[in-house]
């Protein structure tokens, strides 16, 4: 019994296989100006940016291997759906000035809160994970980019 109950289990796994999320951009996003390519924004924040932000709010994602392996890819496709519905940093010019001043208010409010970036997300990216330094700086620097495009 034992026995056919786990080649059931592996049968529905490699069932489950066959459908693959979709890990393609859209078309325009290659014209779509980028936050971090709109501003001069130093190489030190853009790796902090891109290290904890961009996998999932922006088109910047990179997918691990196992991102590829339902269910996880299911989980991961809709956590990063989730984020760049919140915020897409590759459709930066797409928003408002009221829309980019209040997104940039989230941005240090969630990385203040230490909601952002999620914790699961770090357990799995430890180049997520942000020492209280480099928290400080994305915080200041969120703040000054919000100041800055308000002048």
Avoid at 27 to 33: I, P, W
Avoid at 99 to 121: D, V
Avoid at 130 to 151: C, P
Wanted: hydrophobic share 40%; proline share 3%.
């Amino acid at each position: 019994m034992l026995k056919k109950i786990l080649l059931l289990l592996a049968a529905v796994f490699l069932i489950m296989q066959i459908y693959q999320i979709d890990v393609s951009i859209p078309d325009d996003a290659e014209t779509k100006t980028d936050f971090l390519t709109k501003y001069e924004v130093s190489e030190d924040i853009q790796k902090l940016v891109k290290g904890a932000c961009y996998d999932c709010h922006s088109y910047n994602t990179e997918y691990k291997w196992y991102m590829h392996i339902a269910p996880a890819s299911w989980i991961t496709k809709g956590h990063v759906a989730e984020g760049r519905e919140h915020l897409n940093f590759s459709d930066w010019d797409a928003y408002s000035l009221r829309k980019k001043i209040h997104k940039l208010e989230e941005c240090h409010e969630e990385i203040e809160a230490f909601k952002m970036p999620i914790s699961g997300y770090v357990t799995m990216h430890p180049e997520a994970d942000l020492n209280e330094e480099d928290r400080l700086r994305l915080i200041d620097w969120f703040k000054h980019m919000e100041e800055s495009i308000t002048d």
